[in-house]
């Protein structure tokens, strides 16, 4: 199994930043994509920003050259940089992350669990 711990969520006026952090940890055999999602009150789940294989990351429009999505890949850890941070961006953000725990394993969908950005004055 595969166990997600996240941290760094918090009240943060308009304009402001916060920085999230998600570890993998448990039997990690391989990791192919590691991310954030977020849900406001009222609205489905939606994509923030992923580190996939090879390097590569994806972000948002809504949240581009605002958020940026990091990996260090010897702690397995992702990280999720929030700066100019706006009211819409109130949400809870959820780590998820792609793994397999054996070779040959297809990989399965972990989830954190949860934590809560709120962007207020």
């Known amino acids: 199994q595969v166990q997600l711990v996240e941290s760094g969520g918090g009240v943060v006026q308009p304009g402001g930043s916060l920085r999230l952090s998600c570890a993998a940890s448990g039997t990690v055999f391989s990791i192919n994509v590691m991310g954030w999602y977020r849900q406001a009150p009222g609205k489905e789940r939606e994509l923030v920003g992923a580190?996939?294989?090879?390097?590569?990351?994806v972000i948002t429009e809504t949240v581009k050259g605002r958020f940026t999505v990091s990996k260090d890949h010897a702690r397995n850890t992702v990280f999720l940089q929030m700066n100019s941070l706006r009211p819409e961006d109130t949400a809870v953000y959820y780590c998820?992350?792609?793994?397999?725990?054996?070779?040959?394993?297809?990989?399965?969908?972990?989830w954190g669990q949860g934590t809560q950005v709120t962007v207020s004055s």
């Open positions: 998820n992350v792609g793994a397999t725990t054996r070779q040959g394993e297809d990989a399965v969908a972990y």
């Open positions: 580190v996939i294989t090879g390097g590569n990351t």
